[in-house]
């Protein structure tokens, strides 16, 4: 059985930092690329960051310079780091795993920030 388990959300003020983990178990891990999403009411779910098998990331354009993922491949561990948030950044937040034609989510974690 396939889960992805995020945690690490919560309430925080405009410049404070948050950082997200997502637990990886029941997918040879290493061998998937591994990102996270998020969902702001009323729109769309969007890609924040993304981690390749080889390491390299890549970030939305509103994101670059203050959010920072990584991946822990012994652990099964993706982590989400963010700092300087804005109140933009509100939304759920979700992990997801994806290799070939397996793509697997997370039940996400809220994310508030407050001005």
């Known amino acids: 059985q396939v889960q992805l388990v995020e945690s690490g959300g919560g309430l925080v003020l405009a410049g404070e930092s948050l950082r997200l983990s997502c637990a990886a178990s029941?997918?040879?891990?290493?061998?998937?690329?591994m990102g996270w999403y998020r969902q702001a009411p009323g729109k769309q779910r969007e890609l924040v960051a993304v981690?390749?098998?080889?390491?390299?990331?890549n970030y939305v354009d509103s994101v670059k310079g203050r959010f920072t993922i990584s991946r822990d491949n012994a652990k099964n561990t993706v982590d989400l780091q963010m700092n300087s948030l804005k109140p933009e950044d509100t939304a759920v937040y979700y992990c997801?795993?994806?290799?070939?034609?397996?793509?697997?989510w997370g039940q996400g974690t809220q994310v508030t920030v407050s001005s």
């Open positions: 997801n795993g994806k290799r070939m034609s397996s793509n697997y």
């Open positions: 981690i390749f098998t080889d390491g390299f990331t």
């Open positions: 029941g997918i040879a891990f290493r061998l998937y690329t």
